[in-house]
């Protein structure tokens, strides 16, 4: 008898990610970090508004900071775990208690991190999630987010900003942002300019692929 063919994994184009936190610099720093890895990310600055943005749009994820005014991360968890028991919640927390983190294990929360944390650190956290819940990125997908990822930080390396990119490569300012957020697919004679502006080969881009 043959063996039962293993549960197909479910492939997204872009795992969506909701960010609940009052901290608008953390907020921005995630924003980057997760759109870079090919994401799909909102950010919500008041918990107030959280449960209406998860009944308007379907997520993966959802982070948490916990300290929050007029309602915090522990309170917004539970009512989210009443009307979504399985909807993944990461807690971000500069101020880490037995309490909150045994609240969190009570509700199910997939990573606990304590501020300031790593890019590994979170990137782990969200790769986690997204294989126990079968979601994995297109590959092609992967390929503009490692290539979104690697312009970036080349770019940056250099000191350079979108706007000096823009006139060293004749490219604007939005489709250079669209591609470092993986949001556009990029052509081949977009990725030479960026390539000769950055002063790399265009291989480089490219990562492991």
Do not use: W
């Amino acid at each position: 008898m043959a063996a039962p063919n293993p549960p197909r994994r479910r492939d997204v184009q872009q795992l969506s990610i909701l960010v609940v936190d009052d901290d608008k610099d953390v907020c921005e720093y995630l924003q980057d970090l997760l759109s870079s890895e090919g994401y799909r990310v909102t950010i919500v600055n008041d918990p107030t508004n959280a449960l209406d943005a998860l009944k308007q749009a379907e997520y993966h994820v959802v982070v948490l900071d916990i300290m929050m005014p007029k309602l915090n991360g522990i309170d917004l968890l539970e009512q989210i775990r009443q009307s979504d028991d399985d909807i993944a919640v990461i807690i971000l927390t500069g101020y880490p208690s037995l309490e909150t983190a045994t609240s969190s294990i009570e509700h199910d929360v997939s990573a606990y991190i304590r501020k300031p944390f790593t890019i590994s650190e979170f990137r782990e956290a969200i790769k986690r999630i997204a294989a126990k819940k079968g979601l994995i990125l297109r590959r092609e997908d992967e390929l503009h987010a490692t290539i979104g990822r690697s312009i970036r930080e080349y770019r940056k390396a250099r000191g350079l900003t979108l706007k000096q990119m823009s006139r060293r490569t004749n490219l604007s300012v939005s489709l250079l942002s669209q591609i470092e957020r993986a949001e556009s697919s990029a052509s081949v004679s977009s990725l030479f300019k960026v390539a000769t502006a950055l002063g790399v080969r265009i291989t480089e881009l490219f990562g492991d692929f």
